[in-house]
């Protein structure tokens, strides 16, 4: 059962060292290696922070924070579907310092809608936008990442996912770029410096274990929520256990 305080501030943020924009400079060089996505992210980024805080379980109207659509890499613009989520970092409290940052490594940004040429812009399990997080099935993780917060004042969770691109397109992601995934999440961790990291769902658990030596904190596993085959009681077994990791960081 998840309980969470009947109001509560919801903040995409950054840190005083504005992180967030050498992450996505980090990202663009390496994945789009077009100057203009260097731009495009940075300016996403700064539209969610200014728009798209809001307050649980209400929330604003969208604001222009629903999924962006933006002209796809030269290499995937005869694809149909292409996703790319937004690394972002979520703090509930705006007035205070960030103690430590918790980071939740997920599987990819997964995507239906079919666009031609075009690359589908939005945030982890699409936090940002409302349509998804009022959405009890897309929805899924918004509670839990609202209660794992509660449970440890002064901490922020950035959220992330170890494959960059998504696309249901036969051809695949192109494998030059597979191959520098490993290479963007050690600069993720590099950057961030998160002081615990979740590896959710079984995908972010083998990439993770193949960076190894180079993370200074061992990643706890965590078995993917929103899974559809999950039992209940799994389910609810892996929210606690995600949630606890936010606990268990606070009592230290």
């Not at 509930?92 to 490594?105: A, E, F, L, Q, R």
């Not at 940002?128 to 509670?143: A, E, I, Q, V």
């Not at 085959?229 to 606690?240: N, P």
């Amino acid at each position: 059962m998840i309980n969470i305080m009947e109001r509560t501030n919801i903040y995409i943020s950054d840190t005083d060292e504005q992180v967030m924009q050498k992450v996505l400079s980090s990202i663009s060089s390496v994945i789009f290696s077009e100057k203009k996505y260097d731009d495009i992210l940075l300016k996403r980024y700064q539209e969610m922070k200014e728009q798209c805080n809001w307050e649980y379980p209400d929330g604003p109207s969208d604001n222009g924070c629903a999924v962006k659509y933006i002209d796809a890499p030269k290499d995937y613009q005869d694809y149909n579907i292409l996703g790319f989520d937004i690394p972002t970092l979520i703090q509930t409290d705006h007035d205070k310092p960030i103690s430590n940052i918790v980071m939740v490594v997920s599987q990819d940004p997964r995507r239906t809608e079919r666009y031609k040429g075009k690359l589908s812009l939005s945030s982890p399990f699409g936090f940002h936008d409302k349509s998804y997080r009022t959405n009890t099935r897309k929805g899924f993780m918004t509670p839990v990442i609202l209660q794992a917060l509660e449970a440890a004042p002064g901490t922020a969770i950035y959220m992330t996912d170890c494959n960059k691109l998504f696309t249901k397109d036969k051809r695949g992601i192109l494998k030059t770029d597979t191959h520098k995934y490993q290479e963007i999440l050690q600069k993720e961790i590099e950057l961030i410096k998160p002081s615990c990291i979740i590896a959710h769902g079984r995908t972010a658990n083998a990439i993770l274990s193949k960076i190894g030596a180079s993370i200074n904190c061992k990643p706890i596993y965590v078995p993917y929520i929103g899974n559809s085959y999950m039992k209940k009681e799994d389910r609810e077994k892996a929210i606690t256990a995600f949630v606890d990791v936010f606990k268990n960081k606070n009592n230290k």
